[in-house]
């Protein structure tokens, strides 16, 4: 009893706090400015009602990982090669986001999907035996993204059965966090919550909003994103060539480096060479047992239910790289012909970059997309997004 009188008061104090500090409801995250869509930040992932309220017909859903971070001020990443453009892709991702993250992010969002079109970037570091790890998962989980997933009712009881396992599993390095879980599990999922259930989710879920909301707008502020800029905007036609030419002209430097790197990405990896192992141990990734395999489906399975079109981008890695590495040819062969069968399983669409492992100027480092890399990811999304 004194648990719930507590918790009573508690939530009373919270709300009265809740309305005093009230400043941003969902109108303030409608910014009006494309360039919220590539704006890479932690705060505008974990926030549906922030990524939502940004969708408008011209935006192209785009899942992915640390290769939205590479690349960044160049002419060649999504953020300048579409300035300007009413088409604007929705850049969701950085390092430690994997399927299954994705797959809950989609479901918070998908009735915002106007074009009912989504791509996915793939990275082969993904398809280890375990899958995703546990710690970078619950570093990227996001409590609004799965109450909004358990909400959705287009979202079947089994997939969400399926998620809601994964998830107890992983974050059963943050107790915390997964206290909070099963508590929504319990009043969205099961329908077995307590009176106790009940006002402990109003308290997460009221504070959750106004915690999100506040803070997209205070750090799209720092980030300088400012309202309403949206005006004049135009879709172009844009000759891949020429910015393919303009590549190798300005990447002929990159040939004086060992596996054709951009010098900032060899430099990284330089000083680490001593202390890396060869050849790679016998997992290194494209594991055919890897949980991710089962994550990725779920995300595909996801997008049929939601009667949402798909593609899948199948990035590479560095061929020279891995290579040296002691991962060969025919081994990493294997994993992209698994991810293309997964791919038709489910009818997706692919753009299928495994032939560009040894394409020189294609790569920043070992993974990550370099400036030919980019050309070649932004025109297969403006493709897709123009498709009918």
């Known amino acids: 009893m004194r648990k719930v009188t507590a918790l009573i008061i508690a939530l009373v104090l919270f709300l009265g706090t809740a309305f005093g500090l009230h400043v941003y409801d969902k109108k303030a995250l409608a910014f009006n400015n494309n360039a919220f869509s590539t704006w890479s930040s932690q705060t505008k992932f974990a926030s549906p009602d922030g990524i939502s309220e940004n969708i408008n017909p011209g935006t192209l859903v785009v899942f992915g990982s640390s290769e939205f971070q590479h690349g960044i001020k160049t002419i060649y990443h999504p953020r300048s090669m579409f300035k300007g453009f009413y088409f604007n892709p929705m850049l969701i991702g950085a390092a430690h986001y994997q399927s299954l993250s994705h797959a809950i992010t989609l479901a918070a969002i998908s009735n915002s999907i106007k074009n009912k079109k989504v791509v996915l970037f793939v990275s082969p570091t993904w398809f280890r035996k375990h899958?995703?790890?546990?710690?970078?998962?619950?570093?990227?989980?996001?409590?609004?993204?799965?109450?909004?997933?358990?909400?959705?009712?287009?979202?079947?009881?089994?997939?969400?059965?399926?998620?809601?396992?994964?998830?107890?599993t992983l974050l059963k390095v943050d107790k915390s966090t997964l206290n909070r879980v099963k508590v929504y599990?319990?009043?969205?999922?099961?329908?077995?919550?307590?009176?106790?259930?009940?006002?402990?989710?109003?308290?997460?879920?009221?504070?959750?909003?106004?915690?999100?909301?506040?803070?997209?707008?205070?750090?799209?502020?720092?980030?300088?994103?400012?309202?309403?800029?949206?005006?004049?905007?135009?879709?172009?036609?844009?000759?891949?060539?020429?910015?393919?030419?303009?590549?190798?002209?300005?990447?002929?430097?990159?040939?004086?480096?060992?596996?054709?790197?951009?010098?900032?990405?060899?430099?990284?990896?330089?000083?680490?060479?001593?202390?890396?192992?060869?050849?790679?141990?016998?997992?290194?990734?494209?594991?055919?047992?890897?949980?991710?395999?089962?994550?990725?489906?779920?995300?595909?399975?996801?997008?049929?239910?939601?009667?949402?079109?798909?593609?899948?981008?199948?990035?590479?890695?560095?061929?020279?790289?891995?290579?040296?590495?002691?991962?060969?040819?025919?081994?990493?062969?294997?994993?992209?012909?698994?991810?293309?069968?997964?791919?038709?399983?489910?009818?997706?669409?692919?753009?299928?970059?495994?032939?560009?492992?040894?394409?020189?100027?294609?790569?920043?480092?070992?993974?990550?997309?370099?400036?030919?890399g980019w050309v070649m990811a932004d025109e297969a999304l403006y493709k897709f997004y123009k498709e009918s």
């Not at 489906?297 to 891995?322: A, E």
């Not at 590495?325 to 009818?347: D, H, I």
Request: glycine share 4%; charged share 30%; hydrophobic share 30%.
């Open 185 to 372: 599990n319990r009043v969205l999922l099961d329908g077995t919550g307590s009176t106790l259930d009940d006002i402990k989710y109003e308290l997460y879920k009221k504070y959750l909003a106004e915690r999100t909301h506040q803070r997209v707008v205070l750090r799209a502020a720092v980030a300088e994103l400012k309202h309403n800029q949206n005006k004049n905007l135009k879709d172009r036609k844009i000759n891949w060539r020429k910015y393919i030419k303009r590549v190798n002209v300005s990447s002929k430097k990159y040939s004086k480096t060992p596996f054709y790197m951009t010098p900032k990405g060899y430099a990284k990896l330089q000083a680490k060479l001593k202390r890396i192992k060869r050849p790679l141990p016998k997992a290194g990734f494209g594991n055919r047992k890897s949980l991710e395999y089962k994550d990725l489906r779920c995300f595909l399975n996801m997008c049929h239910q939601l009667k949402l079109k798909v593609m899948i981008v199948s990035l590479p890695v560095n061929g020279y790289w891995y290579d040296y590495r002691g991962f060969p040819a025919y081994k990493r062969g294997k994993y992209y012909r698994r991810l293309r069968a997964v791919a038709s399983q489910y009818g997706a669409e692919m753009t299928d970059f495994s032939s560009k492992e040894y394409n020189k100027y294609f790569f920043e480092d070992a993974l990550h997309l370099s400036g030919k």
């Open 131 to 168: 899958g995703v790890k546990n710690k970078a998962f619950a570093l990227r989980f996001s409590d609004s993204s799965y109450i909004q997933m358990l909400k959705n009712r287009n979202i079947s009881k089994k997939t969400k059965e399926y998620i809601r396992n994964r998830v107890d």
